[in-house]
């Protein structure tokens, strides 16, 4: 297993508000600090293969989506190098990936990173929603482990 480094922070982004706020919060806390590096990470979490009618339709879903991506992470790392995080400590993480939740495949990237904190923005939604639908930031606060989980509002 590899050793944690809690100076290792990854920010769970996804072009919302709450996700700029998240990063925000992150640049105004560390920006000026040595010894910190941060990876911006989106899980591209594409619809299973029978949604698709063909293997082409499904990669220019995912080519679709990476494109959409590239332009607001990118601002979220020049916001992260303005508030002072030095330009070599900040990376990008965009992925593909199937699963069952997309908590349990940010938790997953969150040790393969091994990152000793997770950020991410609350998503903002009713209760009656929450419950409906679930909420990624409730369920990797209950799964998270050897972690430490920041939920920005």
């Known amino acids: 297993m590899k050793q944690i480094r809690n100076n290792h922070i990854v920010i769970a982004v996804d072009g919302?508000?709450?996700s700029r706020r998240a990063v925000a919060y992150v640049g105004g806390l560390i920006g000026g600090l040595a010894g910190f590096s941060v990876t911006l990470l989106h899980v591209i979490h594409a619809p299973e293969e029978d949604f698709f009618s063909s293997p082409q339709e499904r990669e220019r879903w995912i080519q679709s989506g990476r494109k959409k991506v590239?332009?607001?992470?990118t601002d979220y790392r020049n916001q992260l190098i303005d508030d002072g995080v030095d330009a070599g400590d900040v990376s990008i993480r965009a992925i593909e990936r199937d699963g069952p939740s997309l908590a349990r495949l940010i938790l997953a990237e969150m040790t393969f990173l091994a990152?000793?904190?997770i950020v991410l923005g609350r998503q903002g939604l009713s209760r009656k929603e929450e419950f409906l639908f679930g909420s990624v930031s409730k369920q990797i606060v209950s799964h998270a482990r050897n972690c430490t989980v920041w939920v920005v509002q």
């Open 16 to 18: 919302s508000e709450n």
């Open 115 to 117: 990152a000793g904190t």
């Open 70 to 73: 590239d332009g607001w992470i």
